[in-house]
């Protein structure tokens, strides 16, 4: 091997950084490795060394690193998202990094940093991001890969990225690591798009945690079903519609017994959520575009609100339930609607994530696929499942499609669901079973399907007292009006 025959580097060597290295000398190509602590770049050398397959060189310097590459380099940083990440950057710069070199920033940074960071770097070096999704195992096995940046990078990184990304079939079921099917690795625009669509995809996957969670509350207080009981329920249905990651490991979950108890395990885990940001910058982007993304947003709620454990468990002591007393379901029958409703709740969670993402685009002016990214979430990510394949479906079909819920499959699905979900929504309700993730999602749906709501009683509220003014029926909604609210007798209006 020659002193500059590397195809990658990988700068930064803790868990990501380490599995993505490896998973790229499975696929045959040579890696370049450094980290700030030695004894991560040790790790990565014996690991590499044990795998068997394409040249691992173990570097101690970013100048070794710069000097170890082909050229026009192509260097990947797994580092901390912020500062961090600069840092690096203006590391390589003194090092010698070049015009035409590529530096990827493969770490979980918000999209407006990505944004800056282009155009800080541009005359200096070809930046590129690359957004990774699935994990410690997703990284080592098949990971999905949002990428956006320059194109020539792309041609560049591309087949890399696409060796090493999980692969589908063509049903759109994942296929076991080192298969050849479709990759899920795109090319999603320029930089900003790839850790933008990583940061709703992130969201929709607070709103499908938290809509999962709350049908096990909803089994477990209204059914008392057992954990194990619940987690063989969720196993069957992830043989059907509901199928996705993580309904599997909810299942599993929920069957695991706790090794010191041999309690269930989940029984055993303090009812406080933990959360990286990602999630709450997809609600505060949905805010600022004006794109309701209600589910999303309440999934980060709940988990504030799980945060709240001395206050909830005050009010539980201090605050009797007033419920309905007089109801006793159908174990059966309240199951099914159960399943319904996490099925439709979910379906309005990706129709939120797909109309941000889309509102977002044409204010960026970013050129996104929807068909692609649905096909590049069908695994190696945390949300993977069976129904993108039907969402890719969707947009392939019709790639102006404004809201996945107007989508004919979608709408079939919603009608012959929607009684199920309004009675699992009226249920909790009624005996004081938190489900405030499904019952946003129900109030999403019927405040999208009702063509008259009642924002002309508040824009004219908003003209009253500020005369912010308002649009007529009557008259082009281009022309404004506003009517001197307090000089004006009150009349009978005409019927």
Not at 247 to 260: F, G, R, T, V, Y
Request: aromatic share 8%; proline share 5%.
């Amino acid at each position: 091997m020659t002193a500059t025959s590397c195809n990658i580097a990988m700068i930064g060597l803790g868990v990501m950084g380490r599995n993505l290295a490896l998973n790229l000398l499975e696929h045959g190509f040579s890696v370049a490795g450094y980290d700030l602590q030695a004894d991560l770049t040790a790790q990565a050398d014996k690991e590499a060394a044990a795998l068997g397959k394409a040249p691992f060189v173990a570097c101690d310097s970013l100048a070794q690193v710069l000097a170890t590459l082909q050229k026009p380099r192509v260097i990947a940083l797994s580092v901390p998202a912020g500062p961090a990440v600069d840092a690096v950057i203006s590391a390589l710069l003194e090092a010698g990094l070049a015009f035409e070199d590529t530096v990827i920033d493969t770490g979980n940074s918000l999209w407006t940093d990505t944004l800056a960071r282009d155009k800080a770097y541009q005359g200096k070096l070809q930046f590129f991001s690359t957004a990774v999704s699935g994990g410690e195992v997703g990284a080592r096995h098949g990971p999905a890969l949002m990428a956006s940046g320059s194109a020539d990078a792309w041609r560049q990184v591309g087949p890399m990225w696409k060796a090493i990304a999980a692969q589908v079939d063509a049903q759109g079921k994942p296929l076991p690591p080192m298969s050849q099917g479709e990759a899920c690795a795109a090319y999603l625009g320029p930089d900003g798009a790839g850790h933008y669509v990583k940061m709703v995809h992130n969201g929709i996957e607070y709103a499908d945690m938290q809509l999962i969670c709350e049908v096990y509350q909803c089994m477990s207080q209204q059914l008392g079903m057992a954990p194990a009981e619940i987690g063989k329920i969720f196993a069957d249905w992830n043989q059907g519609v509901l199928n996705s990651y993580l309904m599997e490991i909810s299942a599993d979950i929920l069957q695991q017994a706790d090794p010191e108890t041999g309690r269930p395990l989940v029984d055993m885990i303090l009812d406080k959520a933990g959360q990286k940001g990602t999630g709450l910058w997809t609600a505060v982007n949905s805010l600022e575009v004006g794109s309701p993304a209600p589910t999303i947003a309440q999934a980060v709620f709940a988990r504030a609100m799980s945060g709240l454990k001395s206050q909830r468990r005050e009010a539980a002591n201090n605050l009797p339930l007033m419920a309905e007393d007089t109801l006793t379901p159908d174990p059966s029958a309240l199951i099914t609607q159960l399943h319904d409703a996490l099925y439709c709740a979910k379906l309005c969670t990706y129709a939120q994530g797909f109309a941000l993402m889309k509102a977002t685009a044409a204010e960026q002016g970013w050129p996104l696929d929807y068909a692609e990214i649905a096909r590049i979430w069908r695994a190696g990510c945390i949300i993977r499942a069976i129904f993108l394949q039907d969402i890719s479906h969707a947009f392939q079909q019709q790639p102006e499609l404004e809201n996945l819920l107007l989508a004919g499959h979608f709408r079939d699905a919603l009608t012959e669901r929607q009684q199920n979900w309004r009675r699992a929504v009226a249920h909790a309700s009624l005996t004081g079973v938190s489900m405030s993730g499904i019952s946003s999602a129900l109030q999403y749906f019927d405040a999208f399907r009702t063509e008259v709501l009642p924002a002309n009683l508040l824009q004219a509220q908003r003209d009253y007292f500020g005369a912010h003014t308002y649009a007529r029926i009557d008259q082009p909604e281009s022309k404004a009006y506003h009517l001197t609210w307090s000089q004006m007798p009150r009349r009978q209006v005409n019927t």
